[in-house]
């Protein structure tokens, strides 16, 4: 069965520069191992990659050993929905690609709420972080 977003269509794709999803197949594609529900594709901006370093959520910082190349603003990044709804409830939520979020983060965040930030990324998603 073909995984669904938030919308009740086919999952699209979230991001492969840097290459996104938990299993690293740039689709916030999720399964039993995935406990953090890394379902959200979020284009990321400066106040919440912020938000997420002073929650203890470092994106910004490079890890090879685990393929993270560290984000910037304008990055489509699949991120949890719980920490997600954090920077939502303390004002810093990132945008979200609808179509590229999977229907799990229905479990912790409301169609609604996701739907206030919903966004179509742009051509030139760097433009974000101006």
Request: glycine share 10%.
């Given at each position: 069965?073909?995984e669904r977003?938030v919308?009740?269509?086919?999952l ?7 290459v996104?999803?938990f299993?690293?197949d740039?689709?916030c ?5 995935d406990l ?7 284009v990321?901006t400066?106040?919440?990659l ?6 203890g ?5 490079p ?11 304008g990055d489509?990044w699949?991120v ?13 939520a990132?945008f ?6 999977h ?7 409301p169609?609604?709420?996701l739907q206030e930030?919903a966004?179509?990324?742009?051509a030139?998603?760097g433009?974000l972080?101006?």
């Amino acid at each position: 069965m073909a995984e669904r977003n938030v919308l009740g269509g086919a999952l699209e794709p979230c991001g492969i520069d840097p290459v996104t999803g938990f299993y690293r197949d740039g689709s916030c594609t999720t399964g039993p191992e995935d406990l953090g529900n890394h379902t959200i594709c979020a284009v990321v901006t400066p106040e919440f990659l912020e938000h997420q370093r002073r929650i203890g959520n470092d994106l910004v910082t490079p890890v090879p050993q685990h393929a993270f190349p560290g984000l910037v603003p304008g990055d489509r990044w699949c991120v949890t929905a719980r920490n997600w709804l954090r920077a939502h409830e303390d004002g810093a939520a990132a945008f979200v690609v609808l179509a590229s979020t999977h229907e799990r983060a229905l479990e912790i965040v409301p169609l609604a709420v996701l739907q206030e930030h919903a966004v179509d990324v742009p051509a030139d998603p760097g433009a974000l972080g101006e």
